[in-house]
């Protein structure tokens, strides 16, 4: 079983954040921000798109976010072959539970509170799908067999009900140059 650090306890203010100014509330951040454009509110959906499915099919890569009931976050790298992601419905993906570390933070976050977030990227690309919503791990279903790799079932799968899915704005990758061999560090 992992053992969570209660972030509060562990990084208590000090030296390190004195001199800083906090944002003290919501309508000071849309002060500072303004209001998001309607085109990137209108772009949030409850259901796949072809668009989506067309991501997700070539995407062999995407990072789990989940927290636990007292709010200590994790995001867990998953990745597999292009398309690892099942498509179960229009609502609905599962993830199969490749063998790992067997940490199993985001499973065993997933099974203290349901709210999970996923960011798919697929490599050299500009398109980064973000999809949240309500998390299950299950032990079986049938499209496990669909999720074999090598002929061999997953133990485990996260079922993700969609709440929301779009797209994200690709500046990030962009700015970092993470596709852009010249730019990474040496060594």
């Not at 919501?26 to 796949?48: F, M, N």
């Not at 998953?78 to 419905?89: A, I, L, N, S």
Request: proline share 10%.
């Amino acid at each position: 079983m992992s053992q969570t650090i209660d972030a509060a306890a562990h990084h208590p203010a000090g030296p390190a954040t004195d001199g800083c100014v906090p944002l003290g509330s919501p309508a000071e951040l849309r002060a500072l921000l303004g209001e998001p454009q309607p085109l990137v509110i209108d772009k949030v959906h409850r259901r796949l798109t072809d668009g989506d499915r067309d991501i997700l099919a070539r995407s062999p890569f995407c990072l789990l976010a989940t927290s636990d009931s007292r709010g200590n976050c994790d995001v867990s790298p998953r990745g597999d072959g292009p398309g690892f992601t099942h498509v179960v419905g229009p609502s609905a993906l599962a993830l199969p539970d490749r063998p790992g570390n067997r940490r199993a933070d985001s499973l065993h976050n997933i099974l203290d509170n349901p709210h999970a977030g996923l960011l798919y990227l697929i490599p050299g690309g500009q398109e980064v799908l973000r999809v949240n919503g309500r998390a299950r791990v299950l032990t079986d279903a049938p499209f496990f067999d669909a999720m074999a790799d090598r002929g061999r079932r997953p133990r485990l799968a996260v079922l993700l009900e969609i709440d929301e899915i779009f797209l994200h704005c690709p500046q990030s990758l962009r700015r970092s140059g993470l596709w852009d061999p010249g730019s990474w560090p040496e060594g």
